[in-house]
């Protein structure tokens, strides 16, 4: 059994992750800033007959986090797992974005990342072993137009676990990336907006959203995000790159091996904007 430390699990792949880690006997503790989510997940647990440590945290409050860390750390003694799920969209051409709301994303996907990594990790160190997840998306290896913050934010958490790694295996602590393509929540709904009349992007954006919310139709659902990404937690050494649906394993696949130009037209030609 383990203690394992979840982040963004009020709702989607976080939330069932949990469900399912406390239905087999592990222990669960996590934070996210919705926190009716997080009274309805706590109802839910205790009515199972458990106990989870959750709390209602924004994981920009740098504080909070620390504080939360200790709170875990003095009820159970040690963590095996930090499962970093935390994360907000961003879309929009790049030319009209507001670069003021776009720190934000970054701020939230990559530092908030960051940060629960890192405040569990002394402890992991110490005990010379654990485990650090963090959910990329395919976008963190293959960006999409018109997600160009999103996308950066996805190759800079690419980025920090990759770089991660060599400094932490030596102390027996191993580390994941969580790569899905889609998963069928309204993740995508919330951000997507039609430029206003006149922009130039306007008519290709029109198209673009039209084909990802089709897509989304047919996209893995979270209890199925969910049970691959419980294959990770319990593998005795994960890979680092773990693509967890078909469509992402077979756009990564095509991406180390087609050229450029190849490439290029596949994904114009799949999301509609050629």
């Known amino acids: 059994m383990q203690v394992v430390v ?5 709702q989607g792949m976080g939330r069932e992750v949990a469900l399912r880690l406390a239905a087999a006997g592990d222990t669960v503790a996590g934070f996210d800033v919705d926190a009716a989510g997080i009274e ?3 109802a839910e647990l205790k009515a199972a007959g458990r106990e989870p440590l959750l709390a209602a945290l924004d994981v920009c409050d740098r504080p909070g986090i620390r504080a939360f860390r200790d709170a875990v750390l003095n009820a159970y003694g040690h963590v095996d797992t930090v499962l ?5 969209g961003f879309f929009g051409p ?3 974005i507001d670069l003021e709301k776009a720190s934000r994303c970054v ?3 990559v530092m908030g990342t960051a940060a629960i990594l890192q405040a569990f990790l002394p402890s992991m160190r110490e005990r010379r072993q654990g485990r650090l997840i963090a959910v990329s998306s395919l976008v963190g290896q293959i960006p999409f137009p018109f997600e160009s913050i999103y996308a950066a934010s996805k190759f800079a958490v690419e980025g920090l ?3 991660l ?3 932490v295996e030596p102390f027996g602590i191993q580390v994941a990336l969580i790569e899905p393509a889609q998963v069928s929540t309204r993740f995508a709904a919330k951000i997507h907006t039609v ?3 006149g922009s130039p992007y306007r008519e290709r954006v029109r198209r673009f959203i039209a084909r990802d919310e089709m897509l989304i139709q047919t996209a893995m659902d979270p209890a199925a995000a969910a049970e691959q990404i419980l294959r990770v937690v319990r593998a005795p050494r994960p890979k680092l790159h773990n693509p967890i649906d078909v469509k992402s394993r077979l756009f990564l696949t095509l991406n180390r091996f087609l050229p450029q130009r190849v490439r290029d037209q596949i994904l114009l030609r799949q999301m509609d904007i050629r």
């Open 107 to 109: 701020e939230i996907n």
């Open 195 to 197: 430029p206003p009349d």
């Open 161 to 163: 676990v990759a770089s």
């Open 84 to 88: 970093s799920n935390v994360g907000i």
């Open 6 to 10: 979840i982040t963004g699990l009020a």
């Open 94 to 96: 790049f030319e009209e």
């Open 40 to 42: 309805s997940l706590r």
């Open 165 to 167: 790694r060599y400094e």
